[in-house]
Nanobody, 119 residues
Framework: QVQLVESGGGLVQAGGSLRLSCVASGLIRSIYAMGWYRQAPGKQRELVARIESDGSTAYGDSVKGRFTMTRDNAKNTAYLQMNSLKPEDTAVYSC?????????????WGQGTQVTVSS
């Protein structure tokens, strides 16, 4: 059984910063790509950031230059540093890892953490 747990969400004023973490636990042989997604009320889920196993990253257009995603393979953890936050960044943020556990690579999701940015 593999679990992903996010932390670090909360309420922040516009212009502020937050750092999200996502830790994977359980029977894990390898973790490949990691990603952060977000979904605001009434909107579709969108990719925020993604980091491959080689460390290469990709970001959604709306967060480029403000958000930075990193990973610590030894800790099975992904981070999302969010700076210069805007009210439109308000959403539930969820992490997604591609994990080889018992047989084949599967996508695993965290439960989500709320980020609210006040104006």
């Amino acid at each position: 059984q593999v679990q992903l747990v996010e932390s670090g969400g909360g309420l922040v004023q516009a212009g502020g910063s937050l750092r999200l973490s996502c830790v994977a636990s359980g029977l894990i042989r390898s973790i490949y790509a990691m990603g952060w997604y977000r979904q605001a009320p009434g909107k579709q889920r969108e990719l925020v950031a993604r980091i491959e196993s080689d460390g290469s990253t990709a970001y959604g257009d709306s967060v480029k230059g403000r958000f930075t995603m990193t990973r610590d393979n030894a800790k099975n953890t992904a981070y999302l540093q969010m700076n210069s936050l805007k009210p439109e960044d308000t959403a539930v943020y969820s992490c997604n890892f591609q994990i080889l556990s018992t047989g084949y690579i599967m996508d695993y999701w965290g439960q989500g953490t709320q980020v609210t940015v006040s104006s």
